[in-house]
């Protein structure tokens, strides 16, 4: 199970390393690919129902989740390469994501959403914690344009 999560992460980051060296940003299509190869990843690792992680895809992200839906958040920010060491996420990391990534349309709004969650984080000392509210608050900030597996 450890090697297929390495394996995964590893897949994740040479996607992620190709796409910025052609410095082009991915198309919605491969967007969604790379979501779901996330998904895959993580969803395995945690009991949660497919309707629960359709919920968070559709940007619903319950004020009371669970430790399962947390920790599920966390690990699609470290697949996304979006966390720091310490399990926040990164400011500076996910905006050179967003940069390098994202279609132009979604720069902007991404990038507003980043800024208005940025120290979410701070409230909470758990790192599923912190991590799940920062994606809740840019859910909330804009779900038009959020995205998530």
Not at 52 to 59: D, P, Q, R, W
Not at 74 to 84: D, E, F, H, P
Not at 102 to 118: M, S, V
């Amino acid at each position: 199970m450890k090697t297929v999560r390495i394996v995964m992460l590893l897949v994740a980051v040479l996607l992620l390393e190709t796409l910025r060296r052609i410095d082009a940003a991915m198309t919605m299509k491969q967007i969604n690919e790379s979501m779901e190869t996330m998904r895959k990843a993580c969803a395995p690792k945690f009991d949660l129902t497919e309707a629960t992680l359709n919920e968070l895809k559709a940007g619903n992200f319950r004020p009371d989740a669970n430790k399962e839906m947390k920790c599920y958040a966390k690990c699609i920010a470290q697949m996304a390469g979006t966390l720091t060491k310490k399990g926040e996420i990164s400011f500076s990391k996910t905006s050179a994501q967003i940069e390098a990534l994202l279609p132009t349309e979604l720069k902007a709004p991404a990038k507003e959403a980043l800024k208005a969650c940025k120290d979410v984080h701070a409230e909470y000392k758990d790192s599923c914690d912190k991590v799940y509210y920062s994606v809740k608050c840019a859910a909330d900030f804009n779900r038009d344009v959020f995205i998530f597996p």
